[in-house]
Every structure is written in structure tokens, then in C-alpha cells.
């Protein structure tokens, strides 16, 4: 049982690239969400998918964009990669938004 | 006033001690209470997840849920250095999740 796959664990990219980050879970959970995790700003919520085709904004949405065409995945991709999204982002999902969540483990992204 | 405050730390004891871990929340609306251990460059895993108040133990961790303080503790008994992370609590409703900042704890052998 593999959990929540995240791919790849690091990356690199210039300013104004694009680029999909890969998200997959095993355990047929219906909800999904990405974070990103940056220093002193702890777990902010990017977007969320409560089954597939549903999908929402969290708290920092802006400059990402998300689907959800099956149960299984959850891609996040990036429009045009600027600095300030240089983080960690972490996949997570769980049967419902109230209970505890399995996280991935994690892509660093660096922008350059 | 942010809706969960957990005090950074970074907080160390040594083997052996018990830690005490705590995180204050402002909306008595929260239902689920939850921590989670992080160790460097992994991510989070759950530890203990209450519903509503009380006591859960798990071995040597006892999570505590105070819902008329707004309070909640996770206390670690016969500390080891294997227990040095970073612990997150969490909280919310079946809309939303709200996460503390998370407190470092170093076990120094």
C-alpha cells in the first residue's frame, strides 16, 4: 500500500516556466489537497478536491491550478513560476476533510 | 488573533523527560483535533486524532482536548532522541482544517 505518491521530490526552474506536480493515492480517499510549507508560515492550503471533478480555492490559490478527473489524482500545476513560490508543497488526502489526513512526501521546488 | 497559536519552541529536554505540547484556538465551532509529527524533510504524519474532548493515549503519547479552554496538549512520556521533530496540531470543522505553526522538540540523549 503505497499512500500518497508525490513526484518528482525536487525540482528546479526559471522564472516564467510552467510545470505539473504529481499527486496520486491508493486508498480510494475522496478528499485531496495541496500545501505549501514555508519557513515560519507553516501549512497553507492551496487548493482542495472533496471527489473527483470538484475542486476549490483555499487559502493561496493564486498562480496554481488544479484538476481532479479521477479519484486517484490530483495534479497541481504551476502557470508561470515566479521566486516567490519557492517551497515545499505537500500533497495530502483523507475519506473526509475532518479526518486525519495521509501526506506525501513532498516536492522542493526551487525558482530561480 | 490567529485562529490556532502554537508556540514554536524550539523546546529541548533530555531522554527520559516528559514533554508537554500545547496549541490554544479561538472557534469553539472545532469538532476534530489532531497532531502530527514531522520529522526534517519528510512529511507530516498523524499521531493522534481526537473527536470532540477528552483523553486518548497511544502508547506513550496522551493527546488532551479542553473544549472549554480552547486548549489542547500532547503529552509525550519516556521522551527519546527518535521523538525529535516538529509536532503540528490541527483543528476544524467538516469545512476546514486549521493548522498550528508547529513546535520543534529536540531529545538530547
Known amino acids: 500500500n503505497a499512500g500518497v505518491t508525490q513526484t518528482p521530490k525536487f525540482q528546479v526552474l526559471k522564472t516564467g516556466q510552467s510545470m505539473t506536480l504529481q499527486c496520486a493515492q491508493d486508498?480510494?480517499?475522496?478528499?485531496m489537497s495541496w500545501y505549501r510549507q514555508d519557513p515560519g508560515m507553516g501549512l497553507r492550503l492551496i487548493h482542495y478536491s472533496v471527489g473527483a471533478g470538484i475542486t476549490d480555492q483555499g487559502e493561496v490559490p493564486n498562480g496554481y491550478n488544479v484538476s481532479r478527473s479521477t479519484t486517484e489524482d490530483f495534479p497541481l500545476r504551476l502557470l508561470s513560476a515566479a521566486p516567490s513560490q519557492t517551497s515545499v508543497y505537500f500533497c495530502?488526502?483523507?475519506?473526509?476533510?475532518?479526518?486525519?489526513?495521509?501526506f506525501g512526501s513532498g516536492t522542493r521546488l526551487t525558482v530561480v | 488573533q490567529k485562529e490556532v497559536e502554537q508556540d514554536p519552541g524550539p523546546l529541548s529536554v533530555p531522554e527520559g523527560a516528559i514533554v508537554s505540547l500545547n496549541c490554544t484556538y479561538s472557534n469553539s465551532a472545532f469538532q476534530y483535533f489532531m497532531w502530527y509529527r514531522q520529522y526534517s524533510r519528510k512529511g507530516p504524519e498523524l499521531l493522534m486524532y481526537t473527536y470532540s474532548s477528552g483523553n486518548k493515549e497511544d502508547g506513550r503519547f496522551t493527546a488532551q482536548v479542553d473544549k472549554s479552554s480552547k486548549y489542547i496538549s500532547l503529552f509525550i512520556r519516556d521522551s527519546q532522541p527518535s521523538d525529535s521533530a516538529t509536532y503540528l496540531c490541527a483543528m476544524g470543522d467538516n469545512r476546514k482544517l486549521i493548522w498550528g505553526l508547529g513546535t520543534s522538540l529536540g531529545v538530547n540523549p
Open positions: 486508498m480510494n480517499h475522496e478528499y
Open positions: 495530502a488526502s483523507s475519506s473526509r476533510v475532518g479526518y486525519g489526513y495521509t
